[in-house]
Nanobody
Framework: QVQLVESGGGLVQSGGSLRLSCKAS????????MGWYRQAPGKQRELVAT???????NYAGSAKGRFTISRDDAKNTMSLQMNSLKPEDTAVYYC?????????WGQGTQVTVSS
């Protein structure tokens, strides 16, 4: 079983940057897909970005050009660098990891972007 712990959320002004991190612990398999979802109040959870163990990345249209997902397998950590943040990026951000046919979730971290 994998446990995921997010960090790095907070309050930032429009145009600012934040870096979210997600650290995995427990039974770690080397083949995986990890990523970030976000959920704003009153809205459905949406996929933001994903990364595989081979380094393949994919982004939602709203994140392209502004967000960068990365991984450090030696530290079992995934990060999301968010630049040029907008008020509409305000949401709870959740990391997840798919490995060995099991999806694990983090507890979520709040990102608030003020205008």
């Amino acid at each position: 079983q994998v446990q995921l712990v997010e960090s790095g959320g907070g309050l930032v002004q429009s145009g600012g940057s934040l870096r979210l991190s997600c650290k995995a612990s427990g039974t770690i398999f080397s083949i995986y897909v990890m990523g970030w979802y976000r959920q704003a109040p009153g809205k459905q959870r949406e996929l933001v970005a994903t990364i595989t163990n081979t380094g393949y990345t994919n982004y939602a249209g709203s994140a392209k050009g502004r967000f960068t997902i990365s991984r450090d397998d030696a530290k079992n950590t995934m990060s999301l660098q968010m630049n040029s943040l907008k008020p509409e990026d305000t949401a709870v951000y959740y990391c997840y990891r798919d490995s060995d046919r099991v999806r694990s979730w983090g507890q979520g971290t709040q990102v608030t972007v003020s205008s």
